[in-house]
């Protein structure tokens, strides 16, 4: 059965950086769409970002535009949210989940995507 993992997450101060990771346990992201989203603490997984199989077709919540950027490598094996400028408001575990198909849309409901990683945590220290 295929998983999801995303790698990356830690403890850094207000206005550090960090990389998190999504790769598949098949070795292949394509073909799909690849979100992340996050569930602070005590609150409901929340959509952060997309990017469709082709790359081209990108989406970003209010709150992260401007400071975070999803990125595909050329083999389709990585997906990659760039988070830059972070703040504590940014604290949560953040999820990589695909959807399968080849779609242009932003889809930013939990319930569009058939797979979920595990999750990694991400905590901003003020």
């Known amino acids: 059965q295929e998983q999801l993992v995303e790698s990356g997450g830690g403890l850094v101060q207000t206005g550090a950086s960090l990389n998190l990771s999504c790769t598949s346990s098949?070795?292949?992201?394509?073909?799909?769409?690849v979100a992340w989203f996050r569930q602070p603490p005590g609150k409901e997984r929340e959509f952060v970002s997309s990017?469709?199989?082709?790359?081209?077709?990108?989406y970003y919540t209010d709150p992260v535009k401007g400071r975070f950027a999803i990125s595909r490598d050329n083999a389709k094996i990585t997906v990659t949210l760039h988070m830059n400028s972070l703040k504590p408001d940014d604290t949560a575990v953040y999820f990589c989940?695909?959807?399968?198909?080849?779609?242009?849309?932003?889809?930013?409901?939990?319930?569009?995507?058939?797979?979920w990683g595990q999750g990694t945590q991400v905590t901003v220290s003020s």
């Open positions: 990017i469709n199989w082709s790359g081209h077709s990108i």
């Open positions: 098949r070795g292949s992201l394509s073909s799909r769409t």
């Open positions: 989940a695909s959807k399968w198909g080849f779609y242009n849309d932003a889809y930013y409901s939990i319930n569009d995507y058939e797979l």
